[in-house]
């Protein structure tokens, strides 16, 4: 095993800040243990840079502990080179108030330069033919003491980030995206971080939920509440106390006895002993209790949260999907990468006039407008115009239906336009 400082004293901590405090770039990564416990920790700070290649284990400090570091990670003359950095920042500020800033995201800028794979694994070997170990992936980082191969995993995750950036980079600037990727990193910088709250309907967004009866929906919400009073208790994520596909069998074909709810799917010896009687009184209080209302629908019906278009947005809609496809394939971006469909939704349905004004549209971020939004008025501008020469044809059927109508409705009526007395036909 490579030797790789263990730094888990306040001092220790202090006097690593002041060797980081003399880099110009540094590679961070860091550990949580979501996958084990109901509330994730921060269990292990990953640093390398020329000095050295350090893990630094937040669990073993005291309250503050990190401090030092928040003040290295938040100077800006440092570039802070992370991978998928997004969660990193959310456990990094939760956990000590530490904000980066001069972040460079080794993900994001491989998207913007069109690799077809993105994950710090396949940018390794693509970059420098060696193949990462993934046998980790699923440790439980909160556990002490490391073993050596945890130790390794780790640290590898740190230690080609800084020349990694340079590489691509350098790619960046060459292909004139450098200026996207910049954009991308001060909006992850700037970016808040709230405290993640439980959401007493998270059920309803539970994959075969929509399908379920008021009734049914009523037996879910008891079991969905009872699984997640039961993971606080046992401090395990939600679905590792039982899983979602169970909740919905349960709600579907709801059991009233132990021996019934043993025959479910998901339901083992140890989830029957533990919780069956939990299990089985959270059902009967949804059998029993009133039913559930009717959960609100989203405008358009998508179960997405998407703004209802007319016809003339649809058209739009469709005009700008069809030039993203075209822009994308001749950047050679993936075009969910380039513009993500709730995006062009939010276009088609603002129907912006300028790219000052697409800027100002939420989730459209400035750099784009800036390069592309001309390219997007002018789609639906096109669309527009299409819609007008369809509707020529349409104006001019109208316009023939309304003389053929007054024309019958003139066989009834007498010179002048009187109408003729009814005896008068005979």
Same mark, same amino acid.
């Given at each position: ?61 005291? =309250? ?8 290295? /990670? ?29 972040? /460079? ?57 800084? *020349? ?19 954009? *991308? ?11 993640? *709250? ?25 079991? /969905? ?112 990468? /380039? ?50 020469? *369809?509707?020529? =044809? ?33």
């Amino acid at each position: 095993m490579s030797d790789y400082p263990f730094i888990d004293e306040p001092d220790a901590v202090a006097d690593l800040a002041r060797k980081l405090s003399r880099e110009k770039v540094i590679a961070v990564d860091t550990e949580a243990d979501s996958f084990f416990h109901y509330h994730d920790k921060l269990c292990l700070v990953q640093i390398s840079a020329r000095c050295g290649t350090f893990l630094v284990d937040p669990l073993a400090l005291p =309250p503050g502990g990190l401090d030092p570091l928040g003040e290295v /990670f938040a100077n800006p003359e440092i570039r802070k080179v992370l991978h998928a950095a997004e969660y990193d920042l959310y456990v990094l500020d939760r956990h000590s108030g530490i904000r980066v800033a001069n972040l /460079f995201d080794t993900m994001i800028s491989a998207q913007l330069l069109g690799y077809p794979s993105v994950g710090l694994g396949a940018l390794v070997e693509r970059h420098f033919d060696v193949k990462l170990s993934k046998d980790q992936q699923r440790t439980d980082w909160s556990r002490r003491p490391l073993k050596p191969v945890q130790v390794e995993y780790a640290a590898a995750d740190v230690l080609y980030l800084v *020349e990694l950036s340079r590489l691509v980079e350098k790619e960046l600037r060459a292909r004139k995206r450098l200026d996207w990727a910049r954009a *991308e990193f001060a909006t992850l910088e700037a970016r808040s971080w709230p405290e993640r *709250e439980f959401d007493e309907q998270g059920y309803l967004r539970i994959k075969g939920a929509s399908k379920l009866s008021p009734r049914a929906l009523a037996v879910l919400r008891e079991l /969905f509440l009872m699984r997640d009073q039961r993971a606080r208790q046992l401090d395990k994520p939600p679905f590792k106390v039982l899983g979602t596909g169970t909740l919905i069998e349960l709600a579907q074909n709801p059991a009233r006895s132990r021996r019934t709810l043993a025959r479910r799917k998901g339901i083992t010896d140890l989830v029957l002993r533990r919780m069956g009687q939990e299990i089985i009184e959270a059902i009967v209080r949804g059998l029993e209790g009133p039913e559930h209302a009717t959960p609100a629908r989203t405008p358009s019906g998508s179960g997405n949260g998407r703004k209802r278009l007319d016809r003339n947005g649809e058209r739009r809609l469709a005009r700008l999907k069809k030039w993203r496809a075209t822009r994308a394939q001749e950047l050679e971006l993936d075009p969910g990468v /380039f513009c993500a469909n709730a995006v062009l939704e939010t276009i088609a349905w603002g129907r912006p006039e300028s790219p000052e004004a697409l800027a100002e549209l939420p989730a459209v971020k400035g750099w784009w407008a800036r390069e592309f939004g001309g390219q997007a008025i002018e789609a639906m501008r096109e669309a527009e115009g299409e819609g007008d020469a *369809e509707a020529q =044809p349409e104006a001019k059927r109208a316009k023939r239906a309304r003389k053929r109508s007054r024309r019958r409705r003139g066989k009834g009526r007498g010179e002048g336009g009187s109408e003729v007395p009814a005896d008068a036909k005979r």
